[in-house]
């Protein structure tokens, strides 16, 4: 589909990251001769807003037991599943539409000893190729903006829930004040974003037959967070990141933050558990 290939294009703007990522983690960690961890990675591999800290907030929400199946949709290069692999022993299928995230991923995860923990798999999230009732829990992160149908995308999550599972979220949505400001990380223009309001999010993921656990707006933290990085930081240069492999992507976060601060978009964390009966 085109609009498939065109989302994907947006993400593969930049080529292959996993060697750049490699070289990244090994010049900027404490000791150059230890092997390589996924935390040496996390400042690098995951796009998301608040980064690791953000994924590890997530899991604590989530609380997934060790040894559990796990599915992130929309993963990305696998950095959340990465740090939920090696910080709740879990194993995690990490689903994405790009391709060369996929490999990625793939390389990024046998390079820090998560290669069978970490299972990547290029897919489209409202056409998942796996059975009913077989993941504990369903992992997202700032995926379901470039998702049209997301009634579809939470059918999907809810039926490949085993009964009792959990699907927890961390996702941008539509404010009340108008569009945000392009370009944005998941998008240039208007048509690549597929933002909705926050209850229009909630009423679908009911719909979908999931309990509702926990709904937590988080925009005005996470705007407190970054005025006190900002004045920590001072007239210094960004921490090394992910501005490190997209040129564009501080100019993207500046409109997403701009759009945060007009209420243009929400930030938002959930939790929702699959009926047992």
């Known amino acids: ?57 997530l899991a604590a929400l989530a609380a997934p037991a060790p040894g559990q199946l796990v599915l992130d ?15 709740r022993q879990v194993t995690v299928v990490a689903i994405d539409l790009t391709e ?8 990024l995860s046998r390079a ?3 290669d069978r923990a970490v299972l990547p798999c290029c897919g489209n999230a409202t056409r998942l190729p796996f ?35 959990r699907l927890a979220l961390h996702d941008i949505m539509a404010g009340p004040a108008g569009p945000p400001h392009y370009p944005l990380p998941w998008a240039r223009a208007p048509e690549q974003s597929a933002l909705l309001p926050p209850e229009e999010v909630r009423a679908l993921i009911r719909a979908s037959g999931l309990e509702e656990l926990e709904w937590q707006d988080k925009t005005a933290a ?38 945060f601060r007009e209420e243009r978009a ?3 964390r959930g939790l929702f558990r699959k009926s047992t009966s």
């Not at 070289?23 to 995951?46: G, I, K, S, V």
Request: aromatic share 6%; proline share 7%; charged share 30%.
């Open 1 to 57: 589909m085109a609009e498939e290939r065109s989302i994907a294009a947006h993400y593969d703007r930049s080529g292959r990251l996993s060697e750049r990522i490699l070289a990244l983690a090994r010049e900027h960690r404490a000791d150059p001769q230890a092997p390589l961890e996924p935390a040496d990675l996390a400042r690098f591999d995951q796009f998301h807003v608040g980064g690791s800290r953000s994924s590890a907030k």
């Open 73 to 87: 949709l929309g993963a990305g290069i696998a950095g959340p599943a990465r740090q939920l692999a090696k910080d």
């Open 131 to 165: 059975p009913d009732n077989c993941f504990d829990l369903v992992w997202t992160q700032h995926a379901a903006m470039n998702i049209p149908d997301k009634a579809g995308l939470y059918r999907e999550a809810a039926r490949v829930l085993k009964p009792g599972g």
């Open 222 to 259: 996470y705007l407190e967070e970054q005025r006190a990085e900002r004045e920590r930081r001072g007239d210094a240069p960004p921490d090394p990141g992910p501005h490190l492999l997209y040129e564009d992507f501080l100019e993207f976060a500046r409109n997403l933050q701009r759009s």
């Open 266 to 268: 929400r930030l938002v």
């Open 112 to 114: 820090v000893g998560l």
């Open 100 to 107: 060369s995230f996929c490999r990625d991923a793939a390389a």
